[in-house]
Structure formats: C-alpha cells, structure tokens
C-alpha cells in the first residue's frame, strides 16, 4: 500500500482538432472510417467482465444510409439485467475499498488513451452509428468525454478532501462513501460523451454499475466499454446491458439493492422511472438517488439592438448543428418587427450554403436525424406547420428518407406565440420563430418564460445592457444554461455545468463538483482522545 496526501493532475480541457484539409488527423480519422463502414461486428453483453451473447439480435444501421448495416448487438433479457446487478454487488466490496487513487488512475488513463490512440475509433463509431458531423463528433466522443474523464478525477479529489472542523482534542473527519447498493445508469442516443460520463462519474466514486445503453448509441456505446477494459477498470464495476428499455429499465430499477439512478433522456420516462421508484420506495434498502437530465424547449431571444448577423449566426448553429438533436439546440427564437426582414434574409443566405447528407463528406453541415420514429414525428410536424392558418414554413421543410433519414434544416414562422411547435419538444432540425412588437419586449419576456415546461438552456441576444439585465431577471428560471449574445449550446466541462429544472431534470450539473456528490454517501465520525471518566457535570454541585 502507498502513503501519501495525494494530486491529481490539473485537468485541462482537451484541444478541439481541426480535421483541416490535408492533414494527418484527417487521413487517419477517414482510414478509421472506411475501415469501420466496411464491415459488420457482434456486440455482445458484458456482465462481470464476460461477454454473453443472448441471440437476441438489434440491427444497427447508419442512419444516413439505413441499409448499410453496422452491427449486430445482442439485446439482454431481464435475467440478464439481473445477472449484471449480481454482478455489480458481488465486485462492490473490492471496488470500493480500492485506494481512491487507484481508481483515479484507471479513469485518467480512459481520458489519455481517448485523447491518443483510441481517439479515431471512438470518433468513428460516433459518426457512422448517430450521424455526427467529424466537428460534432470530436468536440463529444472525443473532447467532452476526456474532459468528463480528467475534470471528474479533479472534482473527486476536491470532494475527499472537503473536512469539518475539529475542537481540541477532538479530531472530525467525513468519510465520502459510495452508495449502499447499485447504480443504474440509462444514457441517450445523442452524446457519446454523455453516455459514458453516467457510467463512469458514479463508478469513480466507488460504486458499481448496471449500464443500459441507447439502442441508437450501441455501436460508440460498446466501444466506450471496451475502452474502459483496456484502461484497467475491473470486471463487474461497470456492467453492458443493451436491449428493449422497456425490459431492461423495469427490470434495472425493480431490485431491492438499486441506490440509484443516473439518467439522461425523455421527460416522460424519467417520469415513469420516478414513479415506479416512488411507488417500490418501501422495497428498497435505501432511499434511491434520482439524478436526471430530461427534455427542453430551448429558446433564443433577440433584442431590437442585437445585431443581425451574431443572431442569424447563433440561430442557424445553435438549431441544425447535429441536426437539433441537442438537449441544449435552439428550437424557439423570439425576434423582434424591426430585425425580421433582415434577418430573415441573412439566415436565408447561410442556410443555402449548408449542406446535408453523408458525414463521411465532410463538406456536410448535417447528417441525418437518427431513426425512422424521429423521421415520422418531425416530418408531421413540418406537414401540419404546412396546412396551418397560424404558422407557415419561411425555410427548408422537405424531408426524404429514400436513402437515409433526411429532414432539411426548417424555419418555421408563429403567427400564435403558442403555437405547437413553440411548445411541444420535437428533437430535430426545426426552428420556430414568433416576430414579436418591440415595443412589447418585456410582455414577450414574460411569455417566453411561461410557454414551455422545460428549464433547460435560453439566450438572450442584445447589445443594449438593460435588456440584458431585463432577459437575465425575466428568465431566472426559465434555463439552467443561460447564454448572454451566444447561442444555447456548447456547455463545456468546467466552464459551464450543464442540466436544468422544471420538466428538463434535477439540475444536478455534469461537469462539476455537484454532480459527484449525488453517487457519495457521507459518514460523519469523531474520535476523543482523552474520553470523560467522570458522568457529572460542573453545574450538578451544590456550591
């Protein structure tokens, strides 16, 4: 054993590559890719470190190109999901009592190996499973999940280190525990970087965990696993559970021994996992943590002194970069009489220089949304925007899905501030806009806080500092993530904590300290030196 006040590293944020013409990173990502593109693997469970293959089978696909098959990954049942929860109690004991360094270390060298030989193929698997531009798929599957990796490292040492103070002759420490059972982990489709940070930020704090992996996301997803095993982590510490969320989360949250859950995805499911949770509560040994990141209707508003070129700009990156499929992605802006027109006319001239298709062309601005359901939902959406007296289509709105699952990046123009698709959540490249009177900037402050139940992430854009100061009041719990002259998305790990309130989650921030301690269970303990003799206390005497 070694004895030390240890450090870790200063965490850095992890430099976003270029992929420029002609360049080495870019020869070598595309040799990755064709490689990757050209052949079809088995993905299998991976329960206790073994890998079990159920022959239960999901197809995955490019969704830029459907028919071009991937992978084909093995779907657990809820024996399986059983088994991994077995798996993650029975490596508890020897993980958790690891020197906390010795974890640190497996996590930092996850973190390094990504940044170095593991980059491309991790990159790579991201671009052609989720149909992520290299741009989106570098600064996520590789940055983001590096930066997840040293900074988290960081937060844990801080959270150790975190002591009360103690009286003389008396010594106080915090013991920061892991969680007395295990953890559940359900990630999205849409961040590489997200799936592996809900995995790994509770397990680096000593605690075990049942991963189920979006079915959309498998193919990064496995690689991500396999990546952790490369590093040193032990078996059953993290468990990989692909298959139907409905099997696979009923039967992950059933158990007696769950301590909590770690999730990013829909409103509605999270609702029903908390539900489930608050209705089992008497089952459990403990009371479950819930840490969740739900939906969003995220919002730009654009002040009469803004100017038009920052907005069009933060409109036309923040709603279509990876096709809107960002918790975080602009779909409703606020735009005042004034600024329209011209507005209008610069974002139309940048969205016809935007490209979609193929990711592998990396002239590509877009990919493709990720399935054949999220096709449909949008599609209709864009038809119905189509037929309507209180909405009309300002730009894009054709859809093809004869090769892959295409949406055209599409504006929306809301005579009804109220308006469906100002309120409902649709996750794909579609902007609503509703022109406002300027005159009439804080009763559209008012209303832009009121129309959504989500909290996620707002801008506001303007020169004039009273209406920031304004936007900044009106909208206090309107976004978790609240951008001043920027677009809404982008949040990085140790600069800007990422999560939000109302129907958009728990806000417990990834990307910092206060993330880190939902997966700890402090243990106060006191010792005295010179313990009492004597039961009696000075005022018991008479005189």
């Known amino acids: 054993m070694t004895h030390g006040i240890f450090r870790t590293p200063p965490p850095i944020n992890e430099p976003v590559r270029a992929y420029a013409p002609k360049s080495a990173e870019r020869a070598s990502l595309k040799a990755e890719l064709a490689r990757m593109a050209s052949g079809e693997i088995e993905i299998p469970l991976v329960i206790g470190g073994r890998e079990i293959r159920t022959g239960d089978f999901e197809t995955i696909s490019m969704p830029h190109d459907h028919r071009r098959v991937l992978a084909r990954a093995h779907r657990a049942s809820s024996a399986h999901v059983q088994q991994a929860i077995d798996a993650a109690s029975a490596a508890k004991r020897e993980w958790e009592r690891m020197p906390w360094e010795e974890r640190a270390a497996i996590f930092l060298r996850v973190g390094e190996l990504l940044a170095g030989p593991w980059r491309d193929r991790i990159n790579a698997s991201t671009m052609l499973g989720q149909s992520k531009t290299v741009h989106q798929a570098e600064i996520d599957s590789a940055c983001e999940t590096i930066d997840f990796m040293r900074f988290n490292v960081h937060f844990m040492e801080r959270l150790y280190s975190e002591q009360p103070a103690s009286a003389p002759g008396v010594w106080n420490r915090l013991e920061h525990r892991p969680l007395d059972g295990y953890v559940f982990a359900i990630s999205p489709f849409n961040f590489t970087s997200i799936a592996a940070n809900l995995a790994s930020a509770p397990a680096m704090l000593g605690n075990t965990v049942v991963w189920k992996p979006a079915s959309t996301s498998i193919l990064s997803n496995w690689w991500m696993m396999k990546l952790y095993e490369a590093a040193g982590l032990p078996p059953g510490v993290i468990n990989f559970v692909p298959g139907q969320g ?35 509560i008497a089952r459990y040994g403990q009371y479950p943590r819930l840490v969740g990141e739900t939906g969003g209707k995220d919002f730009v508003f654009v002040h009469a002194s803004a100017e038009v070129d920052v907005a069009a700009v933060a409109l036309v990156r923040g709603a279509f970069e990876y096709q809107g499929q960002k918790c975080s992605a602009a779909s409703r802006a606020y735009v ?20 979609t298709g193929d990711v592998c062309d990396f002239t590509n601005f877009m990919g493709a949304v990720i399935d054949q359901r999220s096709y449909a939902k949008l599609k209709s959406a864009i038809d119905a925007a189509r037929a309507s007296s209180g909405a009309k289509i300002v730009f894009g709105g054709t859809c093809d899905d004869s090769k892959g699952w295409f949406i055209e990046p599409t504006v929306i123009e809301a005579v009804d501030a109220r308006y469906d698709t100002m309120c409902t959540e649709l996750f794909g490249p579609v902007l609503t806009i509703h022109v406002y009177d300027d005159a009439k900037f804080a009763d559209t402050l008012e209303l832009c806080n009121t129309t959504s139940e989500y909290a996620l992430t707002g801008a506001i854009l303007a020169n004039d500092r009273a209406a920031v100061r304004a936007a900044v009041d009106a909208l206090r719990f309107s976004a978790g993530n609240f951008y001043i002259n920027d677009k809404p998305t982008g949040a990085i790990v140790g600069q800007q904590p990422f999560g939000g309130s109302r129907a958009s989650g728990t806000n417990d921030k990834a990307g910092s300290i206060l993330n880190l301690l939902r997966w700890v269970t402090p243990r106060t303990i006191k010792e005295t030196f010179v313990p009492p003799t004597d039961w009696r206390y000075p005022f018991l005497a008479e005189s």
Do not use: C, Q, Y
């Open 336 to 355: 005042p009489r004034s600024l329209w027109p011209k507005l209008k006319e610069r974002m139309g001239e940048l969205l016809a220089a935007v490209k």
């Open 246 to 280: 409905a099997t696979v989360g009923a039967a992950g949250i059933a158990d007696r021994r769950l301590a909590g859950v770690h999730f990013t995805g829909s409103t509605g499911v999270f609702n029903g996992i908390w539900s489930t949770v608050g209705n089992n």
